[in-house]
């Protein structure tokens, strides 16, 4: 079992900055991916960004490359989302996801508004 707890969103003027992290607990050896995800109203969830644990590839979104950037603190298990020259588009609840080789992990979400 795994548990991912989000924090870090908000209402956000455009042109602005925001992080976003995701703390994980419990059978954390067994994930191999983790993600940021994405669910505007009315749209489908559609992923953000994805790190490689093993690896440390890294995955973006078109919509977001060079403006996004997904990185992990190792000792304190923990992976981010640094959201900076956010748009009005972006606005999202965001969600954190953990992939193990038997099930996908969710966290609650995060309210990210960016709006003048």
């Known amino acids: 079992q795994v548990r991912l707890v989000e924090s870090g969103g908000g209402l956000v003027q455009p042109g602005g900055s925001l992080r976003l992290s995701c703390a994980a607990s419990?059978?954390?050896?067994?994930?191999?991916?983790m993600g940021w995800y994405r669910q505007a109203p009315g749209k489908q969830r559609e992923l953000v960004a994805r790190?490689?644990?093993?690896?440390?590839?890294?995955t973006y979104a078109e919509s977001v490359k060079g403006r996004f950037t997904i990185s992990r603190d190792n000792a304190k298990n923990t992976v981010y989302l640094q959201m900076n020259s956010l748009k009005p588009e972006d606005t999202a609840v965001y969600y954190c996801?953990?992939?193990?080789?038997?099930?996908?992990?969710w966290g609650q979400g995060t309210q990210v508004t960016v709006s003048s």
């Open positions: 996801n953990a992939e193990t080789p038997n099930i996908a992990y």
């Open positions: 419990g059978s954390i050896f067994s994930i191999y991916g």
């Open positions: 790190l490689t644990i093993t690896s440390g590839r890294t």
